[in-house]
């Protein structure tokens, strides 16, 4: 066993391990490639940045690409992004005709990597067209939808479901997302990395850093979401529900984003943000880099409460992580945030600013339920959404395609 | 001598077939005309897929009337279905069907009532594999089943009862080929209820029923 799972297996238990080299046997020297739209920044990429080292150590020739645009192409897949979770955008036929014009530049960029591999996988609709440019792939392609799919705005929708339906299968993370198909849609919830920077165990004088990001008063109780700066995760309401709890409460708020490559949105957000903020000296607002994983890790760790208000949530991976550090997470009820928080064991979900507020004064006020709640929530995580069950998945996954066998395959 | 003992693991996909009820008439129809896969699923992947563990409902319709229909009437009468007392699937189905059916004509206003998020129908697809593991004699066991992953126990002992004509597990089967009387064993082994148990609550009963009938501390 080397090194990378070993310290796996410290956390999972060797018998978990020894079940993915098993599978992965099977798949020796696979070509598996997996393609996105950025290297930083979102829950994919840093996915990916786990993922693919562990691929590679189990016996799988895996890489990961990862497609280039312009300010142009990302405005139209992050209007694509708003569509498919609900918002009624709308696209005209030369921003689609440049989406697909940027798709073909890339297409040819990749010919002979994705040409010749065995599997491939398209992530999210930036890169979905690719499909149809390679008429001659040798590989099963799968395109894995991590957005909120479940009343996508219609004709966003159809446009895409034309890319998407020739694919040999496809993946979601809940079934509340999976569309009409003509493929297998199978669900495979995401997941974090304990050993990543972002949720590894940190020191005291790390954990200590997170206080100098601002001026955190580390004797005040502190509610911390974090988050790009995107509508759908609704910083605005979570303000509002900040206000409405500090009216009984000492509290600060803490909301800490980044940027991410193909979100253009987020600068115009942040400035919403500071403007409902008002200069509050208890709403502390940080624009973090894409590599500050140490900073978010200690911010979460020195929370008292995580918050997650979204509107929509293709899964939330800071819920995950909020959880895995032993933290209540108050969360919009939506997407993969109902997967994750089960209300009153692993935290609770809401709906709107004031049920937040709620939330927010009733757990600062019973730090023995928090408590009792954080060590269910951990071993929630333990057991489910660490990377080690989204892995296992994946190989399954890629043995059922590449055997072809019917609903139970038997080797 | 019986052939030694193959030890094998299963991974489960899950796979959405599109197929929602919105209310319990819907359920009653869409579950009649299901495919046994996703009965299987709703009553059995649960325990291989990420969920939180509800003591209260072992399975997916007794969940789904609870919490999506605050009917704790049929969801307490759907919780006591207990797979592993039907002959098949297909009679599983059946009784889920007879259940809902009931419950329509016990009460119209249940009749009307929508369902805050509808239930979708899932089914599994499996992959079964062979992890090289043999036990030669059901001594063995005590060792070897701690290092056992979830899907192994999975396979042996819930899976096993879709594939063996009596529905028990694959290791009392095994042991009921040898000359040496292992019946106390195995008579312990097939009272124990898999429906109740998480996995691995269920690996530490059957460990602990192997130490406890061939005399070795269950701390090993």
Redesign the interface.
Known sequence: MNLELTAYADIVGDDVINHLKQLASMLKGLRVVHVNSTRQGGGVAEILARMIPLKNELGIDASWEVIEGDTDFYETTKSFHNGLQGNPVDLTKKELEHYEEVNHENAENLRDILTDADVVFIHDPQPAPFLSHFPKRKGVWIWRCHIDVSKPHPPVWKYLRNHVNDYDASIWSLSEFARKLEHPQYLIPPSIDPLSDKNRDLSEDEIDEAYKLAEIDPDRPKVVQVSRYDRFKDPVGVIEAFRLAKRFLNLQLILAGGDAKDDPEGAEVLEEVREKADGDPDIHILMLPADANVQINALQRIADIIIQKSTKEGFGLTVTEGLWKGKPVIGGAVGGIKLQIIDHHTGFLVHTPEGAAMRMRYLIMRPEIREDMGKKARRFILENFLLTRHLREYLTLMVAHVTKSGDRIVL | MPKPFIIK?C??????T?IRANNLPELGERVASSDL?CVYYHFWGGLLR???DDPDFRNDFAAWAFHSMNDPVLAERLSIIIPTQHKDFSELRNILVEVIEDRLEEDDKVYLRHAH??F?F???????????IRVKNPEEFIDIIP?????SLFYHFIDSRRRLNDEHDDFSEWMDSFKKDYSAIINDLRTVDPYLNTIPELKDLVHGIFCEHLHRSEIT
């Open positions: 693991d991974a489960q996909l899950a796979i959405a599109g896969d990420p969920r939180f998020h509808p979708h899932i089914k599994s697809r499996m992959v079964v594999f062979d992890t090289g290092g056992l992953d979830i899907g």
